[in-house]
C-alpha cells in the first residue's frame, strides 16, 4: 500500500452526538482477542453500552465477539471502518501496544471517545502525541489501568494520602514467577499462516521474519511490540504508586537486568530490577523475578508501601496494614509488627503508631468502563485519562531505556528528555514502517 492510498483510507469526518444520561453509548471493539474480549464484557455488563462494530483480524475471535453482542454491530477487519462508521460514539482499543497511538489518534480526528488498554504507548513520543490529540479534538479518554475505578483501592489511596503511613520513602512492586526453564519455548521460524494478517499484525513496527511467539498474546516478550513485563504490568504498579501518592513523572531512573535463565526466544528480561526516584524524597521499585518464585516479601503482596508509621501491604483483591512499633530510638525496632507482638508491646505500655488493618474488595473492569461510558456523556475527566496513563507509560518506558543503556538517567519531566545522557533520548521513539504515521 503507498502512503497516499492509506491515507485515503484514514477518516477525516469528525462528528459526535450529544448523549443524554438516558442515551446508550454505541462501542466499537478494535482488538477482540485475550483482553479485548474481557474489556467488550465489561462494557455489556452496563445497559446503557451497544456494541454496534466489532473489528479484528482473527475471524474466530469476531465470531465470539458478535454472538455476545445485542444486535447486528458492524464486522470489520480494518479498524479505520470502525472509525467511519457515524453508529460509533466511542471506541475500546485493545490491540497489541505498538498499535495504541496510531489508532487512538485516529479514532479522537474522527470524533470518537477512546478506552484504550494499558500500556498507553510504546514510546514516550507517542504517549505525548496521544495526549494532544485527545486535547485537540476534545475527547474523551479511558487508559485500561482499571484499579483506578476500583473503590477498595481508593480506601487505601485515602489512608495513604491522609498520612495514615506516616511518611512513605518506599514503594516497591514485584512481577514474580518462575517461566525456567521453556517459558514461552522457540516457536520455529516459518512463513506467515495468512501475508495479510501478518503485515496487518505488524503495522507500524519492523518488517522482520515471521514467528509465532510474536504474535498473538506472546508479543509482550518482544521490544518491538512491547516494553516486556515493566510496562504490562509494571505501569499498574507505577500507576498506583503515582496515584496514592500524589506523584507526576519521576526525575532519576536506573535499573539492572537481562534475559540470563530461562531458554526460549523472547527478547526482554527475565531477571530486571527498576529503581526511580521522585522529588519529596521517594524511592518506587520494580522486581521482576521470573527465574525463580519465591515472594518478593513476607505477604507475598504485588506492592508494598513503607511508610515511618507502618506499611500497606497490596495484593489482588486484599490490603493490610502492619504498624511499626513506636521505638524509643535507643533500641532500633528490627521489622514490622504481627497481631501477637501488637499484643505484647500494648502490654508492656509500648503502643504502635496505627491501627493494623485488613480491606477486602474488588478492582475489576467494569467499574473503569461505567466510569467510561460516564464520561462519555457527561464529558467529565476519566479516572485514568490520557494524561495520566502517559506519566504511568512513560515512566515505565524510562526503566527499559535505563536498562538498555545501562545508564543512570536524569529526566526532566517539563521537555520529557534525559539531561544527562543524549544518547539515551534516542530511545524516546522509532521510525514507523512506511506507510503508518502518527497523527
Ligand atoms: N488492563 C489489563 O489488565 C490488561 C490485561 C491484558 C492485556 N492488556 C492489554 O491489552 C492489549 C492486548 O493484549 P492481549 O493480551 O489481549 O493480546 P492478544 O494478542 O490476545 O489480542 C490482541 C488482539 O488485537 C488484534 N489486532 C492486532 N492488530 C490488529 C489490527 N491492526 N487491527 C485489528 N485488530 C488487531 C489481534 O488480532 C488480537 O486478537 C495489550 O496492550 C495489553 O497490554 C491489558
Known amino acids: 500500500m503507498t502512503r497516499r492510498q492509506f491515507a485515503s483510507l484514514t477518516t477525516a469526518a469528525s462528528y459526535n452526538r450529544i448523549l443524554g444520561a438516558n442515551d446508550r453509548v454505541r462501542m466499537g471493539f478494535i482488538g477482540l482477542g485475550n483482553r479485548g474480549d474481557q474489556v467488550h464484557d ?98 474523551v479518554s479511558q ?8 473503590k477498595f483501592l481508593k480506601e487505601a489511596v485515602d489512608l495513604i494520602q491522609s498520612g495514615g ?55 509482550r516478550w518482544f521490544f518491538h511490540y512491547s516494553g516486556g513485563q515493566l510496562t504490562n504490568m509494571g505501569v499498574h504498579y507505577m500507576d498506583m504508586m503515582r496515584w496514592a501518592l500524589g506523584k507526576g513523572a519521576p526525575r532519576a531512573v536506573t535499573a539492572l537486568g537481562g534475559k540470563w535463565a530461562v531458554e526460549d526466544n523472547r ?45 500497606l501491604y497490596l495484593h489482588g483483591n486484599r490490603w493490610e496494614v502492619v504498624p511499626e512499633p513506636v521505638s524509643d530510638h535507643a533500641r532500633p525496632v528490627r521489622t514490622p509488627i ?22 477486602k474488595g474488588t478492582a475489576g473492569t467494569e467499574a473503569h468502563a461505567r466510569n467510561f461510558l460516564d464520561c462519555v456523556k457527561s464529558r467529565a475527566k476519566c479516572n485514568c485519562d490520557v494524561l495520566e496513563g502517559h506519566l504511568s507509560t512513560s515512566a515505565t518506558i ?18 520529557e528528555k534525559f539531561t544527562n545522557n543524549a544518547a539515551a533520548n534516542q530511545h524516546l521513539h522509532y521510525k514507523y514502517r512506511e506507510p503508518y504515521r502518527l497523527d
Open 42 to 139: 465489561a462494557f455489556l455488563e452496563h445497559g446503557d453500552s451497544q456494541t454496534t462494530a466489532i473489528c479484528d483480524l482473527r475471524e474466530d475471535y469476531l465470531d465470539l465477539a458478535q454472538k455476545k453482542s445485542r444486535g447486528t454491530p458492524l464486522r470489520v477487519i480494518d479498524y479505520r471502518r470502525v472509525l467511519d462508521s457515524r453508529d460509533v460514539d466511542a471506541v475500546a482499543i485493545a490491540t497489541p501496544d505498538h498499535w495504541h497511538a496510531i489508532m487512538f489518534n485516529e479514532a479522537c480526528k474522527a470524533g470518537k471517545d477512546v478506552y484504550v488498554e494499558k500500556p498507553l504507548s510504546l514510546t514516550v513520543f507517542e504517549g505525548r502525541r496521544m495526549v494532544e490529540a485527545a486535547a485537540r479534538h476534545k475527547r
Open 143 to 150: 487508559v485500561g489501568i482499571h484499579r483506578r475505578s476500583s
Open 165 to 219: 503511613l506516616g511518611k512513605i520513602t518506599v514503594a516497591r512492586s514485584y512481577h514474580i514467577v518462575n517461566e525456567w526453564p521453556n517459558g514461552i519455548g522457540r516457536a520455529a521460524g516459518a512463513p506467515p499462516p495468512n501475508e495479510q494478517e501478518w503485515e496487518r499484525w505488524l503495522g507500524p513496527a519492523p518488517k522482520v521474519p515471521y514467528n509465532a511467539n510474536r504474535t498473538y498474546y506472546n508479543f
Open 267 to 311: 527478547e526482554i528480561p527475565d531477571t530486571l530490577e527498576v529503581l526511580w526516584e521522585f522529588d519529596g524524597g521517594l524511592m518506587f521499585s520494580f522486581s521482576q523475578y521470573n527465574a525463580n518464585s519465591a515472594p518478593g516479601n513476607l505477604q507475598n503482596s504485588e506492592m508494598e508501601f513503607r511508610g515511618t508509621k507502618g506499611t
Open 338 to 359: 504481627g497481631r501477637d507482638e501488637q499484643r505484647r508491646l500494648e502490654r508492656s505500655g509500648r503502643k504502635p503508631l496505627i491501627e493494623p488493618r485488613v480491606v
Open 398 to 415: 524510562l526503566g527499559n531505556i535505563a536498562l538498555k543503556t545501562r545508564s543512570f538517567l536524569e529526566w526532566d519531566a517539563r521537555t
